[in-house]
Structures are given as C-alpha cells and as structure tokens.
C-alpha cells in the first residue's frame, strides 16, 4: 500500500489545521531495535518532529509468526501510538508492512505508511541489470511483497528472494561485528551473489545494521538499498501534503518504549546509529480484539 491511499481518507491539505496537531509526534513500531534505523532517518530530516517509538520487544522476532497473528500485533502496538496521540503512523517492520499495513490503513484514522514500497522504488531506481535480490524475515519472503512492489513498476526485474531467520537475534544481541554474523550472512547470501544480482534490498529494517558486514562480503559491485531513508522522505512529502509538519523552528525529540526490557538495545542504538535514546519506558500490550 502507498502512502496515497492513506492520505485519501485524510482531510484536504487546504483544511486549515491547529497548531496543536500539528505538535503531535510521529508514531514508529518495529518488533524490537530494527526500527531505529526509519527513527534516526526521520530524525535527520525533520528534525523538529517529535517521535514516539515502540519497539515489541516481548514478541521479537515478527518473521516466524502468521499472518493474523502479526496483523493483531500490528492493532496492539498502534494503538500504543494512537494513546500518545499519534498523527501518523510508521511501520518501521518489513514483516508487519507486507502483512498487517494493509488493515491498519483501513481501520485507523491517521495515516499509515510502511516500508515496502519505497524500499522496492529504490531497487528499481538502482538496478542496472534487472537482477535484483531480497533479503528478509520468512514471513516477509513468502508475503512475496517486495516481488509485487517492484513488479508494479517493472514487471521485467528479475526478483531473488531469500529468508534470514538468524540475522535478527545475531542483531538483536548487538553482534554486528562478529565472525558468527558474517559466516551467517555467508550461508545466506552465497547462491544470491552468485546468481548475479546487482542490488540487494534490506528487506528488514534491523539489517541496515550489518551494513558494514553485508557490504563486505557482497562487494562493491552490489548495490545496497535501505528502505529506512526513503521510508522518511516518504513521510515527510505526506505531512507536508496534509499540513501536518511541525513548525520548523522547533526542536523535536525521541521518546521510546519496549514491551520487554532489552539488555542490547541502549548499546545498539547508541553504538551503531548515534542515537541518544536517553530514559525508556516499559509498557504492557493490551491484546485487541480481531
């Protein structure tokens, strides 16, 4: 789903909007520290945007659960957001994009913006030769959302797709520079290179990460696409489409929250994106009703 959809059950850009809306924080979610990779995208450029993240901690990782299952986490923690007043809604989780971003763009009223489609653009935009590869969770895989996304633009791209199941708890646990990591990216990534992609798309916000790891063993002669950044320019084109930008002059922030407390996650976010996270809150999901 694109941004446009959700936009289309919003008011008109021309409607005028108070000043105190437009004070309301970005709401982001992913299943635990991955996400932080689309909250310090969305830091950089727009800065004077409060945001309020949630990292589902308790329930990391999203990628081996089922469909429903990840639709009704993706309820839950929006309606976290919603309760912080939330005037947008991210889903910073490739996993919870392909799956439950289509519900939430019809059941809430904000908009909802995933992932997906503007890491797919990307690809697109960087593929010299058509061959383009995904790397993801197993739900996001077998979603074949990314193979949708990028054949809506170009149906003659090649799309290879492989499931990462073990990237995530290597990440989760802050091994971003470890030899067990990069023999994993090895396994994964091998028959890929060899087939002969010349884009990789990060298929999970967690995996801009192992960048550093990912590029080395891919080389330079494989272009790597985070969807984080394209993700926020994203949001930032529809805030400013619905007048629903913060003032310019004013200094934003970042608050987070964890279902789950996370020994890793201070020292990840901080060591590996430079954010300063400060003070995280604990909260308890209340489980919604299908």
Known sequence: M????????????STPLNQKQNLRPIGVFD?????LTVAAALRELLPAEEIFYVGDTARVPYGGKSPATIERYGIEISGMLLAEGAKIIVVACNTASALAVPRLQD???????????PGASAAVAATKSKHVGVIGTR??????????????IDPSIKVRAQACPLLVPLIEEG????????QVIQRYLNPMVRSGIDTLVLGCTHYPLLSTALASYVGSGITLVDSA???AANVRALLQKLSLAAPKNRPGGLKVALTDPSGSFLRVAEQALGLQVGDIELRSVQRAGM
């Not at 299943?31 to 996400?35: C, F, P, Q, R």
């Not at 739900?139 to 959302?145: D, H, I």
């Open 2 to 13: 694109t941004a446009s959809r959700s936009a289309k059950t919003q008011k008109s850009p």
């Open 31 to 35: 299943s635990g520290v991955g996400g």
């Open 107 to 117: 059941l809430l009223r904000v908009p909802v913006i995933g992932v997906i489609e």
């Open 139 to 152: 739900a996001t895989v077998q979603s074949k959302a990314y193979e949708r996304a990028i054949h809506a």
């Open 175 to 182: 091994w971003l520079e470890d030899a067990v990591t990069d």
């Open 229 to 231: 950044r394209n993700c």
